[in-house]
Structures are given as structure tokens and as C-alpha cells.
């Protein structure tokens, strides 16, 4: 199995920054089938939505609304992947989801996720 903690979460004004980080921990074997991790967030009564994703090649994709404010990455050397949150706005306010996915060599496919980090953000 793989274990997601997210850590980075608080309280933060309107047009400040927060860095968001996902640390993988658990089985080698399934943390290296890791091929996408990505950031997803969800507001009371809401669906939880997609934020940015990250592929093991480095390959990088943005909701729309967050293109050009959030930045995804990814160190592979600690199984970490972080989301830099600038210019945040109020309506960032959520819990932020790490997610990974991949597929064992014998063709499982895997889909984690952590527990969640709450952003405030205040106006």
C-alpha cells in the first residue's frame, strides 16, 4: 500500500502564498508504479474538483482557473510532490487533496489518496 500526508495548510490573506506538500510513503514496489500524482480540493457541498496534476515524466497540467497562480512539482528523490499556491484568493478556501495513481507491473491499478490539508484564505 501507499500512504499520501499532506502538510502546508493554514490560514493565509488574499494575494499571499502557501506551499502545499505530499509526501508518499509505504510499499517501493507501488510507489515506483506511481505514474500521475496531483492535487484535487473540496469545499463543503461541493464535488471535490481537480486542482493540477503532475505525471512521473514531469509532464504538468493546470485547471484553468489555477494556470499562471499555482505551480505543481515534484522531487522524486523524497516521493514528494508540492503545490505552490501565490495570489491565492478567498475562493481558494478548501481542503486540498493529494492523489496518486498508477499500475502495478502484474496490472492492478492503484488510486490513493491522503487525508487532506485545509487553506483558509481570509479577504
Known amino acids: 500500500q501507499v500512504q499520501l500526508v499532506e502538510s502546508g495548510g493554514g490560514l493565509v490573506q488574499a494575494g499571499g502564498s502557501l506551499r502545499l506538500s505530499c509526501a508518499a510513503s509505504?510499499?517501493?514496489?507501488?510507489?515506483?508504479?506511481?505514474?500521475?500524482m496531483g492535487w484535487y480540493r473540496q469545499t463543503p457541498g461541493k464535488q471535490r474538483e481537480l486542482v493540477a496534476i503532475?505525471?512521473?515524466?514531469?509532464?504538468?497540467n493546470y485547471v484553468d482557473s489555477m494556470k499562471g497562480r499555482f505551480t505543481i512539482s515534484g522531487d522524486g528523490a523524497k516521493n514528494t510532490v508540492y503545490l505552490q499556491m501565490n495570489n491565492v484568493k478567498p475562493e481558494d478556501t478548501a481542503v486540498y487533496y493529494c492523489n496518486a495513481r498508477g499500475t502495478t507491473p502484474v496490472g492492478n491499478d492503484m488510486d490513493y489518496w491522503g487525508k487532506g490539508t485545509l487553506v483558509t484564505v481570509s479577504s
Open positions: 509505504g510499499s517501493i514496489f507501488r510507489i515506483n508504479a506511481i505514474n500521475v
Open positions: 503532475i505525471t512521473s515524466g514531469g509532464v504538468t
